[in-house]
């Protein structure tokens, strides 16, 4: 039989992983950025950097000497794994990815490879990660961590401090070897087993060095999916840009991640935060695409996740024990986007959900070649009027659905609707 490593050096790039089932049902992620940088807040030296929280020790070119002072007085006594996960779970997220580590190098669990990490370098002593890992769990919410692998603003050979150090005089493999790797080993080893190894930002390393990295940590965890931004193509799944989502219906599983203010992590004065109703149309368009939604979350420097951010998940949690079914364990729909919103699928099923509601409550869907059974709104009437003008398929919305944040209407079909005509990415 096949050994592991052969087993990872033969699988094709249109190989599955082998768990990758739960990826792609589960639709709706949790991913927190939280660091010392949640504790600035956006701010340093009474000025205001708007952009990313987590960039703040980049933009304003913070010395390492400076900047590692701030442990010092980072005691985040309001951190609750157990609300943080049941928030998730209320709102209908099903895994969560917590940055282990961000681009500026501070570590947010229990290292022995530095002293610049929570346990060691704070005076809350404890690991907020450990928590995290029983609390999700318990609730069947898979865990990951993210781990920026190559930039690392604290270390003279890690990438991308430019105002401490001097690039081109750094040895990556040597940050690689002695920080990265070691790290991601601890992760990999005293967490439990972990639905996500999220890397960002590759550099440092070629195609065959990555995938000699990559290769020891599957061999801890054969099960966990990594993120695609590990480099050169390699990963088990693809993500696409920093709040992007692709042009057209995507085959194979894949990811958007989106900021809920505009910033990944915690800006005092950043309130753009998208509503529920914004949320629950993000969702339905990444779903309808075929993909799954890792929405953010900055919890500020004493580990409260903000006002805002948990008020509107609840709300988004609210549309989704009502709609759920349309979007978990869905695929792209087969109705392309209309004026009045997008599709999902399952078998002999097709979800459509409603984000503008046509001001003559009818729902025009062209193309539907399909002999219809019957059509239905989730959390509503089981049956609707419709008509069947050749492929013209049109439903008459109830009229109390037009408070709904995303009014869907199942259509149940039989016989066969013509695929899409995708190529696999
Ligand atoms: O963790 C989040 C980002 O910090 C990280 N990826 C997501 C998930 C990321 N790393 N690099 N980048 C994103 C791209 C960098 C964008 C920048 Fe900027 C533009 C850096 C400086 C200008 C954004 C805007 C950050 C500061 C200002």
């Known amino acids: 039989s096949q050994t592991m490593d052969e087993m990872w050096d033969s699988r094709s790039s249109d190989q599955e992983h082998p768990n990758i089932g739960w990826f792609k049902d589960a639709k709706f992620g949790m991913f927190i950025h939280w660091g010392l940088y949640s504790k600035l807040a956006g701010e340093w030296k009474g000025k205001r950097y708007y952009g990313s929280g987590e960039w703040i020790m980049n933009q304003a070119r913070i010395p390492i000497a400076e900047y590692s002072k701030e442990a010092a007085t980072f005691n985040p006594t309001n951190f609750d794994a157990e609300k943080w996960a049941q928030l998730a779970e209320d709102a209908g997220i099903k895994y969560m990815v917590i940055t282990a580590k961000h681009h500026e190098g501070f570590s947010m669990y229990d290292s022995k490879v ?172 990444v779903a309808s695409k075929g993909g799954n939604l890792m929405l953010n979350v900055g919890p500020d420097g004493t580990g409260k996740i903000p006002e805002y951010s948990e008020k509107f998940l609840r709300e988004t949690g609210k549309w989704l024990a009502r709609n759920g079914e349309s979007i978990y364990g869905s695929t792209y729909g087969l109705v392309p986007a209309q004026p009045w919103g997008v599709s999902t699928s399952k078998p002999g099923k097709q979800y459509l959900h409603v984000l503008n509601r046509p001001l003559d409550g009818k729902l025009v869907i062209p193309g539907f070649n399909a002999n219809v059974k019957s059509v239905a709104i989730l959390g509503g009437p089981a049956s609707v009027p419709f008509k069947k003008r050749g492929d013209v398929l049109e439903i008459t ?26 190529n696999a990415p």
């Open 114 to 285: 530095t002293d610049f990490d929570i346990v060691e370098a704070t005076p809350y002593k404890k690991d907020p990660m450990k928590a995290l890992a029983e609390s999700t769990r318990k609730r069947g919410i898979q865990f990951g961590f993210y781990y920026s692998q190559f930039q690392d603003w604290y270390e003279p050979n890690g990438g991308k401090n430019t105002w401490d150090f001097d690039e081109s005089k750094k040895d990556y493999q040597q940050y690689y070897n002695n920080k990265a790797i070691p790290q991601l080993k601890e992760l990999m080893t005293n967490y439990g087993p972990l639905g996500i190894v999220w890397f960002d930002t590759p550099g440092g390393l070629t195609k065959e060095q990555t995938n000699d990295f990559i290769k020891g940590l599957r061999k801890l965890q054969p099960n966990s999916l990594f993120s695609s931004r590990v480099g050169h193509g390699l990963g088990d799944y693809r993500d696409y840009g920093d709040s992007e989502i692709p042009a057209t219906p995507i085959k194979g599983a894949w990811e958007s991640i989106y900021t809920h203010n505009d910033s990944w992590g915690y800006i005092n004065h950043d309130m753009n935060f998208k509503t529920p109703r914004e949320i629950v149309h993000l969702l339905a368009q």
């Open 397 to 422: 919305l109830p009229a109390g659905e037009a408070a709904n944040l995303a009014t869907v209407c199942v259509v149940n079909y039989a016989g066969k609707l013509a695929d899409l005509d995708l």
